[in-house]
């Protein structure tokens, strides 16, 4: 791989990148800002909101069984389950299909590959570069969190914050590792980007599904969204490794698909 | 041991979708020499370039550049090439000089100096931002990327394509610096008097199939050129028939002409009239094959010079 293609890529990423890091660790911030205050003040609201609410719709949002009151709850709840999730998506599918389809589509894919750095080198520059943008979204996410919890006088321990951030990113990775293996797929970005955000929702119908109707409990497993739990990393200070293993797994399944896919294919726009 | 050829083309086949590809072209291209490669737009050019340089997987037979199967090996491949491809993309968002030395560090750098020299020769102004070019200048930065390597081969899809009739003359005139220097061009063209101003030997592609590979010398002795003379006075149209010459069209004042080869003949025979008119027209690659083709079987030979 080539670190300088890596490099001018997060350069050229790079207002994007500050852009979706910055509004991650702004909301992070707001939103434990906004908890102290709320469970402060309307804990019983609260609580009693949590029986009126539609169970369904509290797992629409990816927060059915989640305790409001507590930190972890409440920051899941109110952001990491379900908006942060659209952040991160959104922007790892954003990068994975302008990575290899639109390069193919808008044909600077030509000129590039025909460098020293192989097929296998541009590709996974490209990783390299979606890895350290995905890490700097997810690190800013946990610093808004920490400033959040600071200015509230709040304590939370340390693993919290390293928990929260790797299932988050071993979140964000999965996404992005099937991200490239369409991209890798496709001729255009239009129908790369489609294909990754219809798998992403699939996962969450499927979770929804899953938690939804007892028959389809089972299925739970075969969804992103059910190894995904930032609150127990942000109430347990600790995630379950196997989740880690999947979505890693999803992810190094994904690019490494990705990789080959984009070594053996006729590149021509 | 004998040194690799810059390029070799072994019954090189690639058929994709439902675009015509290309079907068993034999080519060699020696060391040092300026290799043309023409045809019509859609004859098969882009596609065979595209296997060399590794964008095409061959459907079968074989690409090599200096010994090294171009799909196999891209990565080693390229370190001996520099490219231009024919419909040239850039990074819009970088300013002309920041694309051309990030160009130049995912090629393990070049010379100092050389990008400024070859854009100066070429008039193009490095601080400009690429979004802002005109497609001539776009393609000028596209051959400082692909010269600024100094690699031994350059292989260049339409390079002249979008450069006005001065730059042109430049650009082939850097062309010959490069085989003075021991380099080794194929450039592909459609243009068949840009292709007879510079290169030693020529292939002609045409419906993906290699036509013909002859030395552009013999290509200029036996090309037809077309030719509208008009008289001051009116002259027996029958005295220019034979000698190679074909009458197309007839009148007591004018003819229009085809002659094939040496035009000296014809022109004596032009000195004994008092000429009102004459114009030559370049005759286009369809009508090359045409009269130069037809009805003789194709001249393909294997390009083993």
Redesign the interface.
Known sequence: MSWTLTLKVLKLQAQAIFSYAFGAAFYSALIVVLFQRVVEQHKGFLNQYLTVVPKALLRAFNIGGTDLTSFGGFVGAEYLSFIWVVIIAAFAIAFTSGALAKELEEGTLELILAYPLGRLGFFFSKVAALIIALAVIVLATVIGIWLGAVSQHLSIGGSAYVAVAAIGLAFALAIAGYGFLFSALASERGPAALAAAGLTLVFYLVNFAAQTWDALKGLSRLSLFHYYAPKDALNLGRVDGLAIAVLLGVAIAGTLGGAVVFRVRDLSP | MPQPLPILLDRLTKT?GTTRGVRDIDLTVERGEIFGFLGPNGAGKTTTI?VL?????PTSGDARIFGRDCWSW???V??D?G???G?????E??GVMEFLR??A????GVRRGRIEGVAERLGLDTRRPIKHLSKGNRQKV?LV?ALMHDAPLL?LDEPSAGLDPLMEVVFLQLLREERSAGRTIFLSSHNLSEVERICDRVAIIRDGRLVAVEQVEALKANRVREMTVTFQQPIDPGAFEGRGIVLLERSDRRIRISVRGDVNPLIRLLARYDIQDLTFSEPSLEEIFLHYYQPAPVSKQRATA
Request: no cysteine; aromatic share 12%.
């Open positions: 994709y595209r340089i590794g964008l095409l997987r891209p990565g080693r390229h370190r090439v490219f231009i491809p419909d040239l993309r850039l990074y968002q970088l990030f160009m560090r995912l090629h393990g596209g990327q292989i």
